[in-house]
T-cell receptor
Framework: QQQVKQSPQSLIVQKGGIPIINCAYE??????FPWYQQFPGKGPALLIA?????SEKKEGRFTISFNKSAKQFSLHIMDSQPGDSATYFC??????????FGKGTRLHILP | AAGVIQSPRHLIKEKRETATLKCYPI?????VYWYQQGPGQDPQFLIS???????DKGSIPDRFSAQQFSDYHSELNMSSLELGDSALYFC??????????FGEGSWLTVV
């Protein structure tokens, strides 16, 4: 049973567009929701993270929107660039516990 | 800033052989996690250690074992290797209830 469901599996967006990646979870004990960016052959790198006491967090061009009642959260990338092409994983954990990953979204930004 | 160091970066073994992967966490981090990522897959949690004691166990095969040493480095031992063990193995570390940081991974190829 996938504890963190992520969609879409792949996404192609024109440069400057706003890709949106969605995730949903079931376990209400989760209280930490990070997003990781992974380039081929590299380790996942923490991009941005949110706790459920806020509905939105923005860091540079990356924004997380969080809907606690719906148990959903999403990543928006503003003014996307070809260099943003990577696999993005949403994740969830209870603070300090192991991280459970979504299946990942392969994002390709067209130049 | 110091990151999580993994060695070796690449390893080729034959079926039924044994492999050992090493992980050096970020200095002063007390928790180490091991993940396995198959081609095109999301990282799957294997095992974790807190203060040199096993703290959680995931989908780690019985053929695999791990430990954390007094200097906080950790080793993942894999025996009777199978073709399906070919994957990218990540180590991650954290300090208590803080952000988890991943290493660059160790590529294991079983032939």
């Amino acid at each position: 049973q996938q504890q963190v469901k992520q969609s879409p599996q792949s996404l192609i967006v024109q440069k400057g567009g706003i890709p949106i990646i969605n995730c949903a979870y079931e376990n209400t004990a989760f209280d930490y929701f990070p997003w990781y960016q992974q380039f081929p052959g590299k380790g996942p790198a923490l991009l941005i993270a949110i706790r459920p006491d806020v509905s939105e967090k923005k860091e540079g061009r990356f924004t997380i929107s969080f809907n606690k009642s719906a148990k959903q959260f999403s990543l928006h990338i503003m003014d996307s660039q070809p260099g943003d092409s990577a696999t993005y994983f949403c994740a969830a954990s209870s603070w300090g516990d192991k991280i459970i990953f979504g299946k990942g979204t392969r994002l390709h930004i067209l130049p | 800033a110091a990151g999580v160091i993994q060695s070796p970066r690449h390893l080729i073994k034959e079926k039924r052989e044994t492999a050992t992967l090493k992980c050096y966490p970020i200095p002063r981090h007390d928790t180490v996690y091991w993940y396995q990522q198959g081609p095109g897959q999301d990282p799957q949690f294997l095992i974790s250690f807190y203060e040199k004691m096993q703290s959680d166990k995931g989908s780690i095969p019985d053929r695999f074992s791990a430990q954390q040493f007094s200097d906080y480095h950790s080793e993942l031992n894999m025996s009777s290797l199978e073709l399906g063990d070919s994957a990218l193995y990540f180590c991650a570390s954290s300090l208590g209830e803080s952000t988890i940081y991943f290493g660059e991974g160790s590529w294991l190829t079983v032939v």
